[in-house]
């Protein structure tokens, strides 16, 4: 697996596509905990070249983690006349965590599989320790 990073400090003087990206870690946090959460100051990202994969670290001013998030397909080949293949989706997951400043982390995890016609199925829940 190639893993690539990519670092953005943020800062008010943001460029255009940095600023758009400042406020992705907000994405799927519930806005009352926004006020109980640890604000990250940089976020680092990773993408895997070889499967549909990426992943999103976000740093305190400690240089702690503070901000997690990853997302993953795995897709397969399916044919309904053993001819003509097409791909589908096998599993797919989407998470983001957010260090609590009680040190816990809030979690929401979204899953989806193969099954024709099934809606996404997303969760929050509480953990002691940061996703992987």
Request: negative net charge; proline residues 5%.
């Amino acid at each position: 697996m190639q893993i690539c990073p990519n670092s953005h400090r943020l800062s008010s003087s943001a460029s255009p596509r940095q600023e758009r990206d400042d406020q992705s870690w907000l994405e799927h946090l519930p806005a009352e905990w926004r006020a109980l959460v640890v604000a990250p100051l940089e976020l680092r990202r990773y993408r895997d070249y070889e499967m549909a994969a990426a992943r999103v670290v976000g740093y305190d001013a400690d240089d702690k983690p503070c901000y997690t998030a990853h997302r993953f397909s795995l897709t397969e080949p399916r044919s309904d006349d053993g001819e003509e293949f097409y791909t589908v989706l096998a599993y797919g997951e989407e998470l983001a965590a957010w260090r609590l400043r009680d040190e816990r982390w809030l979690v929401w995890r979204e899953i989806r599989a193969e099954e024709e016609c099934a809606q996404a199925r997303s969760f929050y829940s509480l953990a002691q320790a940061m996703p992987r």
